[in-house]
């Protein structure tokens, strides 16, 4: 089993920044892809980027490309999502995913474990 707590969601205001942290612990080692995914209120969960285990590859929603930037320590199980010029449509519930599948084109299926998500509100 695989535990992953996410962190550093909040308010900001539009043009603003956050860093969310998402931490793996249990039966983990770091050869697993993440991903982090949202969810705003009345719609469907939505990719929003994605990082390969080695942190070489990075893969991002075009509404984020550009603006968001995700990263991994390996040596600290945990993974980040940088998140600038924020705009009130990223208000959401940001989750954290592993071991999911990565493809060349650019796409990310999501792995089995999830977090519980963090709250992340941007204020016009």
């Known amino acids: 089993q695989v535990q992953l707590v996410e962190s550093g969601g909040g308010l900001v205001q539009a043009g603003g920044s956050l860093t969310l942290s998402c931490a793996a612990s249990?039966?983990?080692?770091?050869?697993?892809?993440m991903g982090w995914f949202r969810q705003a209120p009345g719609k469907e969960r939505e990719f929003v980027a994605a990082?390969?285990?080695?942190?070489?590859?990075?893969y991002y929603a075009d509404s984020v490309k550009g603006r968001f930037t995700m990263s991994r320590e390996n040596a600290k199980n945990t993974g980040y999502l940088q998140m600038n010029s924020l705009k009130p449509e990223d208000t959401a519930v940001y989750y954290c995913?592993?071991?999911?599948?990565?493809?060349?084109?650019?796409?990310?299926?999501?792995?089995?474990?999830w977090g519980q998500g963090t709250q992340v509100t941007v204020s016009s």
């Open positions: 995913n592993t071991h999911g599948s990565l493809y060349a084109s650019g796409g990310y299926s999501s792995g089995i474990y």
């Open positions: 990082i390969s285990w080695r942190g070489r590859s990075t």
């Open positions: 249990g039966r983990t080692t770091s050869s697993y892809n």
